[in-house]
């Protein structure tokens, strides 16, 4: 079974950067697809980055040339790496593992303009 818990959201002013990191324990995390989701206020849970077991990346166009979605290379960790932040980003990021599937609790993100 696979646990994951985010850290490192946070109130930022608009054009900041913030990193979000999600840990996972169970050793199949490391040959597993990953991704990254985030709810908005009155929005519906929306798909941000995906990583496959490649390496492969994927991204919402609404974050293309801001964001990157990484993992460190004992694959226990991944990033999104958040760049020129947009009030529009506010949310909560949830960290998604393919294994389960299974969701992380949550981080929020405020982006204040």
């Known amino acids: 079974q696979v646990q994951l818990v985010e850290s490192g959201g946070g109130l930022v002013q608009a054009g900041g950067s913030l990193r979000l990191s999600c840990s996972a324990s169970?050793?199949?995390?490391?040959?597993?697809?990953m991704a990254w989701y985030r709810q908005g206020p009155g929005k519906q849970r929306e798909l941000v980055a995906v990583?496959?077991?490649?390496?492969?990346?994927n991204y919402a166009d609404s974050v293309k040339g801001r964001f990157t979605i990484s993992r460190d290379n004992a694959e226990t960790t991944v990033y999104l790496q958040m760049n020129s932040l947009k009030p529009e980003d506010t949310g909560v990021y949830y960290c998604?593992?393919?294994?389960?599937?299974?969701w992380g609790q949550g981080t929020q993100v405020t982006v204040s303009s």
């Open positions: 169970g050793s199949i995390f490391s040959i597993n697809t």
């Open positions: 998604w593992s393919v294994v389960g599937p299974t």
């Open positions: 990583i496959n077991r490649g390496g492969s990346t």
